[in-house]
T-cell receptor, first 113, second 117 residues
């Protein structure tokens, strides 16, 4: 049972335009969400996070939006750059002491020059 | 800061042999380390959580006798795949959480590609 889903396996965007990556979750007990970027044969690198008590967090070109009622979050990258091309994973954290990360299935972003 | 290394980066072994993968936090102490595996074009699946000095906690469906985890110090955790079979071929990634870090803060290693022939 996939609790965190990224329904778009891939996305292609022109350089300079906005990239929007989406993520849906089913468990209302998640209290923190993170986005990671991953290149092939490398470990994920942290991009940006958001607490469940917020609806937006911004860091430079990256903004994450959270809609708790819809159990949906999105990552916006503006402007997109070719170096942003990678697989993006959203991840959710259970509340409490377990601190386990539950990863989504990933979206491959290709930014065309 | 917050660098995590893994060794080896890739390994090929014969069916039936055992392989050890090391995960080290280079510039911080990690009270908790996590082991994940990733199949091609799939998500990262948590295998186990290890706390320094205690037994690892395995996720449902992960055989603890097959995937031996040792977290002997605050900077080193090892995963040993025992009696490896071709279906164990995968990309194994560790992560480490700083002792003083926020509970969800994890830093990932570069991963180890295991191929069992």
């Amino acid at each position: 049972d996939q609790q965190v889903k990224q329904n778009s396996p891939s996305l292609s965007v022109q350089e300079g335009r906005i990239s929007i990556l989406n993520c849906d979750y089913t468990n209302s007990m998640f209290d923190y969400f993170l986005w990671y970027k991953k290149y092939p044969a490398e470990g994920p690198t942290f991009l940006i996070s958001i607490s469940s008590i917020k609806d937006k967090n911004e860091d430079g070109r990256f903004t994450v939006f959270l809609n708790k009622s819809a159990k949906h979050l999105s990552l916006h990258i503006v402007p997109s750059q070719p170096g942003d091309s990678a697989v993006y994973f959203c991840a959710a954290v259970y509340g409490g002491a377990t601190n386990k990360l539950i990863f989504g299935t990933g979206t491959l972003l290709a930014v065309q020059p | 800061g917050a660098v995590v290394s893994q060794h080896p980066s890739w390994v090929i072994c014969k069916s039936g042999t055992s392989v050890k993968i090391e995960c080290r936090s280079l510039d911080f102490q990690a009270t908790t380390m996590f082991w994940y595996r990733q199949f091609p074009k799939q998500s990262l699946m948590l295998m186990a959580t290890s706390n320094e000095g205690s037994k690892a906690t395995y996720e449902q469906g992960v055989e603890k006798d097959k995937f031996l985890i040792n977290h002997a110090s605050l900077t080193l955790s090892t995963l040993t795949v025992t009696s490896a079979h071709p279906e164990d071929s995968s990309f194994y990634i560790c992560s480490a959480r700083p002792g003083q870090g926020r509970s969800y803060e994890q830093y990932f290693g570069p991963g180890t590609r295991l191929t069992v022939t």
